[in-house]
């Protein structure tokens, strides 16, 4: 007789299902940044600064650079003085808005190791680094005057402003992170007491917009369906309308830089004559760095602005020529005086 087979006396036991939702992408977060060597809390806190960030603030010198004026001492002092003061006032940035955009932060592929996300700098700490930052900076400031106080408070009130509300608003938030580019140009020639062309504020404030935006755009590209998650105005974004916003301010960008440099050629003065081709020619390399830099955003890849520039040799090469030729220009015209 055939017996039938028995069932096993011992329980099912299912699989234990992984879990999901903050709890679990928090979890992964902290897991990940456990995995990376947790540096001493000094070392966390300057990496929380982000002074690879600081890069940007070479353009106070552009102003000064424009005047012909960079080689005086006391000129050079005021932008000395000005590029530390905006370092300092950056970096105050940085640390309110990592903590505003903590969670965010730990859900973005590479932010997420930021040391505040990753939980090497509290939030206390992060808070009470970035009002140090900030007092520092307005300390340094004003060794050069009082309007540059000014200028560097203007830039941490819009940024402040900007993480805590402005970052969800679209367009809005293009146009906050832009002036902050626009204030450092501005604030070199308000140390150095320097008059600023029209042209000068124009280029200089399109260009960052064509920044901005490209910034934006490459987000997209990488992050696809998950960029909103980590900024929230990706999500009334389209890839379309963000690419005609950094086309657009290209195009504008290169424009204004083209009539500044006529207007800088035009100079009545004929023994200077010989500035008129040097600035002239400087549209040509300034043109190929727009093209250059493009060609990044369009792939994605400009998610960094500055890790595009100082990585790229072609643009670094292409960005000497211009500064030399330009340069020359400018000095030739300065010499009248």
Not at 291 to 297: D, P, Q, T, V
């Amino acid at each position: 007789m055939t017996s039938l087979p028995t069932q096993s006396a011992e329980p099912q036991v299912s699989e234990p299902q992984p879990a999901t939702g903050p709890t679990a992408a928090t979890a992964a977060v902290d897991a990940l940044a456990e995995q990376r060597k947790r540096p001493p809390l000094p070392v966390a806190l300057v990496l929380a600064a982000r002074p690879r960030q600081w890069v940007k603030n070479v353009l106070v010198l552009a102003a000064p650079l424009s005047a012909a004026k960079l080689g005086h001492a006391d000129v050079l002092r005021t932008s000395a003085i000005a590029f530390v003061a905006f370092c300092l006032a950056a970096s105050c940035i940085y640390f309110v808005n990592d903590v505003m955009d903590v969670e965010s932060d730990r859900r973005h592929p590479k932010k997420r190791f930021r040391p505040i996300a990753a939980g090497w700098v509290s939030i206390p700490q992060g808070l009470a680094a970035g009002a140090v930052c900030g007092l520092a900076g307005l300390g340094v400031a004003a060794i050069a005057n009082w309007t540059t106080v000014l200028v560097v408070a203007v830039y941490m009130a819009l940024h402040i402003v900007y993480s805590l509300w402005f970052k969800h608003v679209p367009v809005l938030d293009l146009a906050m992170v832009a002036s902050g580019f626009l204030l450092r140009a501005i604030v070199g020639g308000v140390a150095a007491n320097l008059e600023l062309s029209q042209w000068f504020l124009l280029t200089t404030g399109f260009g960052s917009l064509f920044m901005v935006a490209g910034k934006r755009y490459s987000e997209m590209v990488v992050m696809g369906e998950e960029a909103a998650a980590s900024r929230k105005s990706l999500k009334e974004y389209s890839q379309s309308y963000l690419r005609f916003v950094w086309q657009a301010a290209a195009t504008v960008t290169m424009v204004t830089y083209s009539l500044w440099a006529f207007q800088l050629a035009s100079t009545p003065d004929i023994a200077h004559k010989s500035a008129k081709p040097w600035l002239e020619v400087s549209v040509i390399p300034w043109v190929f760095i727009f093209l250059r830099y493009s060609m990044f955003i369009d792939n994605g890849k400009a998610g960094e602005p500055e890790d595009v520039v100082l990585k790229d040799r072609v643009i670094m090469g292409i960005g000497a020529v211009w500064l030399v030729v330009f340069a020359t220009g400018v000095i030739l015209v300065g010499a009248r005086g």
